[in-house]
């Protein structure tokens, strides 16, 4: 009886919708495998044709050295390893300033950072160009990426204060005026009470902040020379060229696809909690 | 003692905590966005900018600029586009999100498989969604062509009122929707299907949170009704989701807003302006040439995108500053 009123309850079409979903949602998964890790010549009828399927790296070697991704990959790694610490170093201090401490212009600079999140990154990004110039970030081995760190993380600072923020604001009071009983000063209260608390809140900031710059095309594209293009920049140049590539491409986007994906599998708890506490309340 | 109760008030060591986010912020943030409103109102090119340092370089124009742009058709065909977008996108992907995070929050059994699978595209960029969904579109292996192929429906073209669509070229040409006033150019939805792929993750995370939080009481009590599935997810669990809801489309429509890469490596925005988006259209008008003296053009309607912006999420920006840390 209950087996009968549970199938005309309904469950079996809400596992066909999540089934037909999960299907389409891996097509592009497995056409992007297939791409990659399969000589062009042999897909040129459908990847799903397995008959005499053969297996091959070339496509990752090519995407890796004529395609020139694999100096790309390493900008990326660059430009995205500096940028989540300097915007982590400074967004914390920033954060426990603005949780702990009184002064003026704090309302004021809340309100420009938190804009920041709402406001689009096209409201900065003409104007750098030139003045990446007038600062000497324009050209150089290390100018440019220094250049994108500080772009990262003044854009990264409004999320960085407000998720840490919220972490560093849970951290109880009575902890920190026990610290500050025992004579810690303010910079001992953040570095040895609220900086260990807040650890998983930073953690969660941290790979968020990740992601958001390894998978940024714009800024990039628009700041950034071949020399010091990121791995999005490359897929993306490739892309257009109209070539058939697919192969290496496939290799490429796979490349880009993996760390974020890495660390998402990972750390998938950091990664959950910080998007709720970034405004997903 | 006195330096204690300097110390809880802040004083001058807040000044050093702040410092370093100041200086950032201001240098690579503030500046700049000053400066594209600045930029707005002079006439000049990325080989020629405007300075504010060198008056030499002034070539005040007022608000010729926005004029300009808003009388561009050029402009109003990227606007209009960006309202595809901002019409489609947004309610596509959070009643995608929301009926399935329903599904998988029901079926108990395999939900964390369903789930990882809808959720794991979140982390891809858009750069490579895009690359990914024009495999799928390949005319010549790709799987929807192949797919339609099977029902003999690849290139078929389908006249439906107002809709012509061509089930062929979906990167160039895949039909039109007359609307009598406009029409719109379903090659724009090549460009919101990656989108829609990569973001619904997003709102099947924020909507299963929204479910978690809902009590189970109240769900029994309308079983114990009679209320079927159907009815209590419309009557009991969509109206609980109401918070979840907002901020969702919120997301979704400021990412409607400015969406650049998706379009930039499927579409390109073409072929012709068939697809451009405002974002699109401000990056060629600025930078596809240097020399173009247009870059005053690009910053006003940067100026006009990031306005309609902060009026629109308006209310959304409020409740952030709410939550200020105390």
Redesign the interface.
């Known amino acids: 009886m209950t087996g009968v009123r549970r199938f005309l ?3 079996w079409w ?2 066909a ?2 089934i037909v ?2 299907i389409l ?5 497995m ?2 495998l297939m ?1 990659a890790f399969r000589p062009l010549g042999e ?6 044709n397995l008959g005499g399927a053969s297996f091959t790296l070339d496509n990752f070697i090519g995407a890796w050295t004529e395609a020139d991704l694999g100096s790309k990959a390493i900008n990326s790694a660059i430009i995205t390893a500096f940028s989540v610490a ?1 915007t982590v ?3 914390s ?2 954060a ?8 003026s212009g704090r309302g004021l ?23 990446f110039r ?1 600062l000497g970030f324009a050209e150089g081995t290390w100018q440019p990426f220094l250049g994108m760190v ?2 990262h ?3 990264g ?1 409004g999320w960085a ?2 998720m840490m ?2 972490f ?2 849970g951290v109880p009071k009575e902890l920190t005026e026990a610290g ?1 009983i025992d004579g810690a ?3 001992g209260i ?1 570095s040895r009470i609220i900086l260990p608390l807040a650890l998983p809140g930073i953690v969660s900031f941290a790979i968020i902040d990740f ?1 958001f710059v ?5 800024l990039g ?2 700041l950034l020379d071949a020399d010091h293009a990121p791995l ?1 920049v490359g ?2 140049n490739l ?2 060229a109209h070539l058939a590539q ?1 192969d290496v ?2 290799a490429g ?1 796979l490349l ?2 993996l760390p ?2 890495v ?2 599998v990972a750390l998938n708890r950091y990664y ?1 909690r910080g ?2 506490s970034g ?3 | 003692m006195a330096g ?1 109760a300097r ?5 001058g ?3 050093l ?2 410092l ?3 200086l ?2 201001t ?7 000053l ?2 409103i600045l ?1 707005s109102l002079f006439t000049w090119s ?1 080989l020629a ?1 405007w ?1 504010l340092a060198d008056p030499e370089t002034w070539r005040f124009a007022g608000l010729d600029n926005y004029a300009e742009v808003l009388t561009d058709g050029r402009f109003w065909n990227a606007a209009f586009n960006t309202a595809i977008w901002l019409v489609l996108f947004p309610i596509l992907a959070t009643l ?1 999100s929301m ?2 995070a329903i ?2 929050w ?2 108990g059994r395999a939900a964390r498989a ?1 789930r990882t ?2 959720v ?17 579109f ?1 005319p ?4 929807l062509p ?1 797919a339609l192929g099977v029902f003999g429906l690849d290139g078929a073209t389908i006249d439906l009122g107002p809709l012509h669509l061509r089930l062929s070229d979906w990167l160039s040409n895949p039909g039109t929707l007359e609307l009598g006033f406009a029409t719109v150019n379903l090659v724009n939805l090549s460009a919101i299907m ?1 989108a829609i ?1 990569a973001l619904t993750g ?1 709102g099947v ?2 909507f299963t ?1 929204g479910l978690t939080a809902i009590s189970p009481e109240l769900i029994e009590a309308a079983r114990v009704e009679g209320a ?3 009815q209590v997810a419309r009557h009991v669990i969509v109206p609980q989701l109401r ?2 809801t907002i ?2 489309a919120v ?1 979704f429509v ?1 990412y409607a ?2 969406t ?2 998706v379009v ?2 499927t579409t ?1 925005g073409g072929p012709g302006t068939d697809s451009e988006v405002v ?1 699109i259209l ?2 060629r008008e ?2 596809a040439f240097f020399d173009s003296p247009s ?1 005053g053009q ?2 006003a ?3 006009l ?2 306005a309609v ?2 009026i629109g ?1 308006y209310p ?2 409020r409740s ?2 709410r ?4």
């Open positions: 309850g309904g469950i809400i596992y919708l999540l979903f999960s949602w891996l097509i592009p998964v056409t992007v791409t897909i040129r009828d459908g990847w799903w300097a170093a400074v967004g201090l920033a426990y300033a603005f949780v702990r401490l009184r002064f600079l809340y309100f420009l950072l938190i804009s920041t999140m709402i406001v689009p990154v096209q409201i900065i990004l003409i104007p750098l160009l030139p003045w007038t500080l772009v993380t003044a854009f600072l204060v407000f923020g919220s560093m604001a500050q000063g303010h910079w953040f992601v390894w998978n940024d095309l714009l594209l628009t999005t897929i993306a892309q257009s697919q491409i496939s986007a880009a696809i974020p994906l660390l998402f959950v998007l709720f405004g997903v309340k | 204690t110390q809880r008030e802040g004083g060591i807040a000044y905590f702040i370093p986010a100041v950032v912020f240098l690579f943030y503030l500046w700049p966005a400066n594209t930029s990325i900018p300075q995608l009926v399935l599904g998988v029901e079926v369903f699978v809808l794991l595209p979140m982390t891809v960029s858009l750069t490579a969604a895009g690359v990914l969904w024009v495999l799928v390949n010549d292996f790709g799987v192949a990656p792929w997003f995370i924020s949170a079927n599935r159907f918070a979840a901020i969702v997301v400021i807003l400015r650049f890469d930039w490596v390109q974002a401000l990056w600025a930078l870059a690009a910053t309607i940067a100026v995108l990031s912006m902060v999420a959304y920006l952030l500053l939550e200020a840390p105390e």
